[in-house]
């Protein structure tokens, strides 16, 4: 027996364990705190932070601040100590009136996490509040025949505190006819009656007065009092009696001011004074006196302020109904107020970021949105909805709480801003919305490239341009913002024929116009090729190239270079060789030039600028073969010096001018025959040029003299050069060889029949040359036309003129 009440015992701990555990479970959710009402502000309720887990300097870097929604903010948070504190003074009776137990709700936002927290605060009760009675005096007629234990209804007092704090006992004045008795009403209140408690005698006491106290039991304890006044009056013996017990009605909250709601009735089987019925208001709390009127005459009930679904869902009263002798009748009156779609849903920003980067995850969270309608049923049942087609969506969580988030990536280039419409509708008849917009600016991030308007550049530049020139100039496009698409340029490095392209040309980082760093010569490159790059400012940087081709134009800078007749190095003029019997037509030579430029301006053209017999020879204008005009007379000088100009086609034209001696002999033995009158000359030279290296010695001791001396001998000089010069004009005989230049390397001839005497002044050398067959416009290098042993000469001739040549070369 003992071990079964031991089992009972213990299975009856493990029941009531697991009702707490799971009472504990049901209210771990929600934070929970209680505070007396009428505090100061700034008291302290509890420690949120320690409650959220947080430390105090936390609940500002998180963000974790109150969110409550159609009311005025009650709490704060203190973010020195963490505590959750009053925001004000908070009248309990104000926010829930008589309801027992008074909770205030709201939640507590964790911005960085979006993250909500219920929390509800009991509002405790004090004793702040004293029993009233809505009139101060009562008036009452008894007739004098009304029998003892008759029961007269008295007003309630009220009190606005809950529990011991509220209404607990009434006390009436001591009369030896009337006693207090106080009915437990069916919802509890506390409903007193006078009770006659012996016959009354007008003619004794025509009045009687009393006074009605109500106490609360509260500490110190409150109470209020009424006057109770009886009048004593002659004999009525029908009260009033009403045609319901219990009046209902219902009506929208929307009926317009002065609407009758209803009538109630009551009738009195007397007659005249003691069969008049009037109505009033008993036991109505002044909050609804103040909605209704009631006609004391014919009991129709109309409103006088509008009725308030979300106040009062019923309305209740008490209709007195009181003849001409005061006997009286109660009814009750209850008005059930209809709700309407008279309230649009209200909508709620809690947080909301404004500006997010295009890169943004999908799934993240943009605002937190709370939606709330005061109406009912369907009236209050909202819906929320973005419009268009954005990259958004809404997600519903607990509590008519909303979280946009989005629902794939942005791109800034393609929309930078959005403005986003929530809209927030009922389901009532009809539907009421509210819209709220929220502006979300998309930050950029680097996510373009710079891009060129062409894939590839060219571009044409004279040469010989000045330095520093412009060249051309690149642009590259940022899709991105800001500093993401600030574009800067610069050459990929690269050489040209060895050098460093950036000895050539430059850019400017900031507007991709090119320079010249030097000025182009087309004979040296003929095109430039190089690559750009454009870099952004982002970070990191992106970039692009292109390629640019810059093309040098040839201008007419350089004159044509004369190649053959080739001038020697001392500055006389080559001679050229024909024959005294040449027919007309006879190519003597053949003038070779070229032009190093290109096109148009490396044209020539070959002109006979000036000769010795006008009209002897001709000059071949595109091929620049020098020709016998004519055959020769007797009346011809046998030496004829000629001028030919070379110039090109290029503007403006430029020209080189060759001069050259052309000897008329038969053969190379009557040319060697004229050269030998020559001898004395040279040796008259060679004497001289003695004398002044003695005069020069000499000059060393005597400053003065030598230069007498010099002076004198150079005069002597010029006056024997210009004898010379006179005899030249009378043939190749008897001309000094000193006025006879040689050419020293002669390249080719361009016929087989062409040939050349050369002679050259004071290097005692002279060659003569036989060329060997070539073609016009080619020009034959000396190595490729040597031929030895192509001709020997007789050797008694090379002896007998030894003094006059020490080389002979045949080529």
């Not at 009403?185 to 009045?207: C, F, I, T, Y």
């Not at 709601?261 to 019925?277: H, I, M, S, Y």
């Not at 909303?402 to 393609?414: K, N, P, Q």
């Not at 007419?556 to 001038?567: G, K, M, R, V």
Request: charged letters at 20%.
């Amino acid at each position: 027996m003992t071990i079964r009440v031991k089992v009972l015992g213990c299975r009856r701990l493990v029941l009531l364990f697991l009702f707490l555990w799971m009472l504990l479970e049901a209210q771990a959710g929600k934070i929970r705190y209680s505070v007396p009402e009428e505090t100061d502000k700034g008291f302290s309720v509890g420690n949120i932070a320690k409650d959220l887990g947080l430390q105090p300097q936390e609940l500002a870097e998180r963000g974790v601040r109150i969110v409550s929604r159609g009311r005025t903010q009650l709490f704060a948070l203190n973010p020195r100590s963490g505590s959750l504190v009053t925001a004000g003074r908070i009248d309990r009776e104000e926010l829930c009136a008589q309801s027992l137990q008074c909770l205030v709700s709201f939640n507590v936002l964790v911005e960085d996490k979006m993250k909500l927290f219920p929390v509800e605060v009991e509002i405790i009760d004090i004793n702040d509040n004293t029993p009233q009675f809505q009139l101060e005096e009562v008036e009452f007629k008894m007739n004098e025949i009304t029998t003892p234990g008759t029961r007269i209804p008295l007003p309630s007092g009220q009190d606005l505190d809950v529990g011991m704090n509220s209404l607990q006992m009434y006390q009436l004045s001591s009369n030896p006819h009337f006693s207090l008795d106080v009915q437990q009403g069916p919802d509890g209140s506390q409903q007193p009656e006078l009770v006659l408690q012996s016959p009354l005698d007008r003619e004794e006491d025509a009045v009687h007065g009393l006074l009605l106290t109500a106490f609360d039991g509260g500490s110190p304890v409150r109470s209020g009092s009424l006057r109770i006044r009886v009048q004593v009056v002659d004999a009525n013996d029908n009260p009033p009696a009403f045609t319901q017990a219990q009046y209902h009605t219902s009506v929208p909250e929307n009926v317009p001011l002065g609407t009758r709601l209803l009538t109630v009735k009551a009738t009195d089987p007397d007659e005249g004074a003691n069969g008049e019925v009037t109505y009033l208001f008993h036991n109505i709390d002044h909050k609804v006196a103040q909605v209704f009127h009631l006609d004391s005459y014919t009991g129709e009930i109309s409103n006088k302020e509008p009725l308030d679904f979300e106040e009062y869902t019923i309305y209740p009263m008490e209709i007195q109904a009181q003849d001409g002798s005061s006997l009286m009748a109660r009814a009750k009156v209850l008005v059930k107020v209809l709700d309407i779609n008279d309230n649009a849903p209200e909508v709620t920003i809690t947080s909301v970021t404004t500006a997010v980067p295009e890169n943004f995850p999908p799934g993240a969270i943009i605002a937190l949105i709370s939606v709330h309608d005061q109406d009912s049923g369907d009236n209050g049942h909202t819906t929320c909805s973005i419009s268009g087609n954005l990259p958004f969506k809404l997600e519903k969580l607990d509590d008519n709480y909303y979280r946009l988030v989005t629902e794939r990536t942005m791109d800034r280039e393609l929309t930078s801003q959005y403005n986003i419409t929530v809209t927030a509708a009922d389901q009532g008849t009809p539907t009421l919305s509210t819209e709220t917009h929220i502006s979300l600016q998309v930050t950029d991030i680097n996510d373009n490239s710079p891009v060129f308007l062409q894939d590839s550049y060219s571009t044409y530049i004279p040469e010989n341009n000045p330095r520093g020139a412009s060249i051309f100039s690149v642009t590259a496009h940022d899709a991105d913002s800001n500093e993401n698409a600030r574009v800067t340029y610069s050459l990929v490095e690269d050489t040209i024929q060895g050098v460093p392209l950036s000895s050539f040309v430059s850019i400017n980082s900031d507007t991709g116009v090119l320079y010249a760093l030097r000025s182009f010569d087309y004979e040296q490159f003929r095109d430039l090729q190089l690559r750009v790059t454009a870099s952004d400012s982002g970070d990191p940087p992106l970039s692009s190239n292109v390629s640019l081709d810059i093309f040098v134009l040839d201008q007419n800078d350089n004159t044509p270079e004369i190649l053959y007749p080739a001038l020697p190095t001392d500055g006389s003029t080559g001679v050229e060789l024909a024959p005294r019997s040449a027919e007309p037509g006879y190519l003597v030579t053949k003038v070779v030039a070229v032009d190093r430029d290109s096109g148009q301006n490396a044209w020539l053209s070959y002109h006979l600028l000036k000769a010795s017999e006008p009209g002897l020879f001709a000059v071949g204008l595109h091929t620049g073969e020098v020709r016998t005009a004519r055959a020769l007379l007797d009346r011809d000088a046998l030496k004829q010096s000629l001028v030919v100009a070379v110039q090109d086609h290029g503007q403006p034209p430029l020209s080189a001018t060759v001069t050259f001696t052309v000897a008329m002999a038969d053969s190379i033995p009557d040319v060697l025959a004229d050269l030998g009158s020559m001898e004395p000359f040279t040796n008259l030279d060679n004497s001289s040029l003695t004398l002044y290296l003695v005069v020069a010695v000499a000059a060393v001791s005597c400053v003065f003299l030598a230069f007498v001396i010099v002076l004198l001998a150079l005069r002597l000089w010029r006056w024997h050069r210009t004898r010379v010069l006179q005899a030249s004009g009378g043939g190749l005989t008897g001309v000094p060889v000193s006025h006879f230049v040689g050419v020293d390397g002669v390249r080719a001839f361009l016929q087989t029949y062409s040939h050349e005497v050369s002679l050259t002044a004071d290097s005692q050398v002279s060659q003569v040359t036989f060329p060997q067959p070539n073609y016009a416009d080619t020009l034959i290098s000396q190595e490729s036309c040597e031929k030895k042993d192509f001709l020997s000469a007789p050797q008694s001739l090379l002896e007998d003129r030894k003094q006059t040549f020490s080389q002979v070369n045949f080529v």
